[in-house]
């Protein structure tokens, strides 16, 4: 008999962000081992239809009625998820997501068994409002993880290093996400000779311009990397706009302006151009300064190119680095060490090089899917 899960997820594919890719391909995995899977997302864009089937993946977004900060206020939701819940087995729940909280109370009201995929810790803003909405979130995630019979995440790292999650270790298991090499088409490859400098330096950014990047500290490194390179350096920023985030993007907007001579920003990037991007690079930097960063996809995928990474000291961002030897460990908020990184792995590249087999040994589908099976029955 076939069995029936559904995923509650508050973005989903086709919006962007290394989350929302991870759980489509652990979807599409699950899907294609024989698992019959359903999605319950946020219609977070008004022209997406609400119901749709994709890879033999059923999605439900439920509307929302307005946005608040990076959240929704979601009136249908309860009444969705009800309905979902009664068709389904089982529901892994991803948070962060504050909707997540529901689904746990009806999936218990319904018997159903509940696992919950916790990736990050969000953090916002210093601000009172801000604060009172994550304290909201945290005390959603609690209440999730506590009617949860099964809590995953992605690395023992991150697990230990989080207050909600150490005092339930025991209870854990850590399962990496799924991360599929980027494809490289001629069309992009094209498009990104055509747009960067020959003979430069190539150092690279993916990601939402949202505060916990810490692009402002890859930016601010740019006057030390012009004394190592003079004017033979180009960093290429890649992402859409994060949400709620319009003073940090002014900021970022700003230190653009003053460097414009040393940056080329593209902003959103399509999936087939994310291949020839990566190919691209000399060296891809996650600069992350806080939680809502617990692993950053992207610089697998760089690495399954052939491309060494410089990633922030966070826990479960450095795991990558710290399993396949591909970079440089950083610390966080210090321009200074950040230039000083990337100049060595740029002056010593091919010591940081593997080759793409020997980085997916590490992010083994067979291996991630034999996790999930167990976990799921």
């Known amino acids: 008999m076939t069995k029936k899960i559904l995923i509650s997820v508050s973005y989903y594919s086709p919006h962007i962000s290394g989350l929302t890719h991870s759980i489509k391909n652990l979807s599409v995995l699950l899907s294609g081992s024989g698992y019959q899977l359903t999605i319950l997302t946020t219609q977070h864009d008004k022209k997406l239809p609400q119901k749709m089937r994709d890879a033999h993946i059923a999605i439900h977004r439920v509307p929302y009625l307005f946005k608040i900060h990076k959240g929704f206020f979601i009136p249908k939701f309860l009444t969705t998820a009800?309905?979902?819940?009664?068709?389904?087995?089982?529901?892994?729940?991803v948070l962060p997501q504050f909707e997540g909280v529901i689904v746990a109370l009806l999936a218990k009201l319904l018997g159903k068994k509940i696992t919950t995929l916790y990736i990050c810790e969000v953090t916002l803003s210093e601000n009172v409002i801000t604060k009172f909405f994550e304290l909201l979130l945290r005390l959603s995630h609690l209440v999730t993880v506590t009617l949860s019979q099964n809590i995953v995440t992605l690395t023992q790292d991150f697990a230990k290093n989080n207050t909600l999650l150490a005092k339930r270790i025991d209870r854990i298991t850590a399962i990496l996400p799924v991360i599929v090499k980027p494809l490289v088409t001629q069309k992009a490859q094209a498009f990104f000779r055509n747009r960067l400098p020959g003979k430069k330096v190539v150092i690279g950014f993916i990601g939402r311009v949202?505060?916990?990047k810490g692009i402002e500290y890859l930016l601010h490194a740019i006057p030390m990397l012009q004394k190592e390179f003079g004017d033979n350096f180009i960093i290429v920023l890649a992402g859409s706009l994060g949400v709620g985030e319009s003073s940090y993007i002014q900021e970022v907007i700003s230190l653009i302006?003053?460097?414009k001579k040393y940056i080329i920003w593209l902003q959103k990037l399509e999936d087939d151009e994310l291949g020839a991007f990566y190919q691209s690079l000399d060296v891809l930097v996650l600069p992350s300064v806080n939680t809502t960063e617990a692993f950053g996809m992207v610089q697998v995928e760089a690495m399954l190119l052939g491309v060494p990474v410089v990633a922030s000291n966070l826990p479960g961002v450095r795991v990558p680095i710290q399993k396949t030897s591909m970079g440089e460990i950083v610390p966080l908020r210090n321009s200074e060490v950040l230039s000083q990184a990337i100049i060595r792995v740029i002056m010593h590249k091919k010591e940081y090089?593997?080759?793409?087999?020997?980085?997916?040994s590490f992010f083994d589908h067979k291996k991630i899917?034999?996790?999930?099976?167990?976990l799921l029955g």
Do not use: A, P
């Open 82 to 93: 009800f309905s979902l819940l009664q068709k389904n087995d089982h529901v892994i729940i």
């Open 257 to 259: 302006s003053r460097y």
């Open 210 to 212: 949202s505060s916990e």
């Open 353 to 360: 090089m593997k080759k793409s087999y020997e980085v997916r």
């Open 369 to 374: 899917l034999q996790q999930w099976e167990k």
